[in-house]
């Protein structure tokens, strides 16, 4: 699916336009509301196959599993579903996201030449 992405031409008009895909891990689970259905010792694995993909692929990963994870009150970015974001969750990806595309595009709107491979590029 990333490689299909890359090649894909994104139909802006502008030739030559490749997009660059920026995967998303998934946000923790409350699993007090999910049960065994869903649980974050399963995404964790899920997160590592992505990892994985990512580095192959050489595209740039915002790792939101390990970010929340991390934070005592992650639950309370989540909706009542207990795997949904709610506004708080998504206002903290909005804010990722516009982190990760000041990473790829410098004031001017353009490219910045860079080797995403790096470990480091990757938030994990």
Do not use: W
């Amino acid at each position: 699916m990333l490689q299909d992405t890359k090649n894909h031409n994104n139909r802006t008009g502008l030739n030559g336009c490749i997009p660059i895909p920026i995967v998303i891990a998934p946000m923790p689970v409350n699993e007090k509301v999910t049960g065994a259905s869903r649980t974050n010792n399963r995404l964790k694995q899920y997160v590592y196959v992505i990892k994985e993909a990512v580095k192959r692929h050489k595209c740039p990963m915002i790792n939101l599993f390990d970010i929340m994870i991390t934070k005592e009150d992650y639950i309370d970015y989540l909706a009542e579903d207990g795997f949904t974001m709610n506004q708080k969750g998504h206002d903290q990806l909005y804010d990722l996201v516009f982190m990760e595309l000041t990473k790829l595009i410098n004031y001017q709107g353009v490219l910045k030449d860079r080797d995403i491979t790096r470990e480091d590029e990757f938030r994990s």
